[in-house]
Antibody, heavy 125, light 108 residues
């Protein structure tokens, strides 16, 4: 059974950093692009970042570019999101999501087939 | 930047057909995906590549995409279909994934 489990969320002060992790199981992690998506309380889904199956391509939403970094460790089946210079409007549930098609040439083109249950990030002084 | 526009809410009587639209400039040229999100839960993919269903998704869920509008159709709506629905597409001009604002489906 394919599964994604996020961790690393919590309460952090504005300007501080946090690193989220997403552990994958039940599929060959190294063959799939991965995404981070967030959802502020009571709001809709907002795409954050995507990384290709081999880590060679990365794209970011304008709201996080330069502050957040997506990365992956294919030997340990883990996806990361390093978040720096956090702001109060970064407060959200953060989900990792697996692309549907393996070895996709365009990392963000595909549907998000599997989602984790999310990890909550609260930025507050 | 590319924008996808959905109606905030759609109401339909159980047993009837619900139609949720997603508007975007020449969206018919893109592949559109749809997600269902029940309260307190993670999103679930219900339609991908305009009109394909993942395994386990009922045939009552279908999609179409042409011109400036993509559509998710839910036939024989059940109370259990009440949820927020989001459309998604890839904008190759900006290399961004784009989500619609979401539509709350109410079965009443």
């Amino acid at each position: 059974q394919q599964q994604l489990v996020e961790s690393g969320g919590g309460v952090v002060q504005p300007g501080k950093s946090l690193r989220l992790s997403c552990g994958a199981s039940g599929f060959t992690f190294s063959r799939y692009g991965m995404n981070w998506v967030r959802q502020a309380p009571g709001k809709g889904l907002e795409w954050v970042a995507v990384i290709s199956y081999d880590g060679g391509d990365k794209y970011y939403a304008d709201s996080v570019r330069g502050r957040f970094t997506i990365s992956r460790d294919n030997s340990n089946n883990t996806l990361y999101l390093q978040m720096n210079s956090l702001r109060e409007d970064d407060t959200a549930m953060f989900y990792c999501a697996k692309a549907r098609v393996q070895l996709a040439t365009v990392a963000g083109y595909d549907a998000f087939e599997i989602w984790g249950q999310g990890t909550l990030v609260t930025v507050s002084s | 930047s590319y924008v996808l526009t959905q109606p905030p809410s759609v109401s339909v009587a159980p047993g009837k057909t619900a139609t949720i639209t997603c508007e975007g400039d020449q969206i018919g040229r893109k592949s559109v995906h749809w997600y269902q999100q029940r309260p307190g839960q993670a999103p679930v993919l219900v339609v991908y590549d305009d009109n394909d269903r993942p395994s386990g998704i009922p045939e009552r869920f279908s999609g179409s995409n042409s011109g400036n509008t993509a559509t998710l159709t839910i036939s024989r709506v059940e109370v259990g279909d009440e949820a927020d629905y989001y459309c998604q597409a890839w904008d190759s001009d900006s290399d961004h994934v784009v989500f619609g604002g979401g539509t709350k489906l109410t079965a009443l």
